[in-house]
C-alpha cells in the first residue's frame, strides 16, 4: 500500500505562487501516473492536473492552464504542483493521487481511475 503525503500547501494572498509536493513511500513511483485534486468547501472533488509515469505527458482542467504546472522527480518520488496567479477561488484542500494503472502514458482525469489517496493539503486564498 503506497503512501502519499502532500506538503507546501498553506495561506498566500490573490496573485501570489505555492508549490505543492506529494512524495510516495514506495520505489515504485515512477512506475505510475499521478494526479492533483482538489475540494473546495460544499463542492466535489475535481480534477487538478496529472502527470504520465514518465513526466512527458501532462493533463490540465481547462480552467487552470497556463497557471498551474505539475512535475516530477521520481528519483525523489516527488510530484509537483506549481501554482501561480492563485485566485480566492482557487482555495481548497489539494490531494494527490497515483493512478491504478501501470506505465499508462495517458495522465487520467477521472476521479475512479486512481487507487491510492494523500490526506490533502489546505491552500487558501485571500483577496
Given at each position: 500500500?503506497?503512501?502519499?503525503?502532500?506538503?507546501?500547501?498553506?495561506?498566500?494572498?490573490?496573485?501570489?505562487?505555492?508549490?505543492?509536493?506529494?512524495a510516495a513511500s514506495?520505489?515504485?513511483?515512477?512506475?505510475?501516473?499521478?494526479?492533483?485534486?482538489?475540494?473546495?468547501?460544499?463542492?466535489?472533488?475535481?480534477?487538478?492536473?496529472?502527470?504520465?509515469?514518465?513526466?512527458?505527458?501532462?493533463?490540465?482542467?481547462?480552467?487552470?492552464?497556463?497557471?498551474?504546472?505539475?512535475?516530477?522527480?521520481?528519483?525523489?518520488?516527488?510530484?509537483?504542483?506549481?501554482?501561480?496567479?492563485?485566485?480566492?477561488?482557487?482555495?481548497?484542500?489539494?490531494?494527490?493521487?497515483?493512478?491504478?494503472?501501470?506505465?499508462?502514458?495517458?495522465?487520467?482525469?477521472?476521479?475512479?481511475?486512481?487507487?491510492?489517496?494523500?490526506?490533502?493539503?489546505?491552500?487558501?486564498?485571500?483577496?
Amino acid at each position: 500500500q503506497v503512501q502519499l503525503v502532500e506538503s507546501g500547501g498553506g495561506l498566500v494572498q490573490a496573485g501570489g505562487s505555492l508549490r505543492l509536493s506529494c512524495a510516495a513511500s514506495v520505489r515504485t513511483f515512477s512506475n505510475y501516473g499521478m494526479g492533483w485534486f482538489r475540494q473546495a468547501p460544499g463542492k466535489e472533488r475535481a480534477f487538478v492536473a496529472a502527470i504520465s509515469w514518465s513526466g512527458v505527458n501532462t493533463y490540465y482542467a481547462d480552467s487552470l492552464k497556463g497557471r498551474f504546472t505539475i512535475s516530477r522527480d521520481n528519483a525523489e518520488s516527488t510530484v509537483y504542483l506549481q501554482m501561480s496567479s492563485l485566485k480566492p477561488e482557487d482555495t481548497a484542500i489539494y490531494y494527490c493521487a497515483r493512478d491504478r494503472s501501470r506505465y499508462s502514458n495517458y495522465p487520467a482525469r477521472r476521479i475512479d481511475a486512481y487507487d491510492s489517496w494523500g490526506q490533502g493539503t489546505q491552500v487558501t486564498v485571500s483577496s
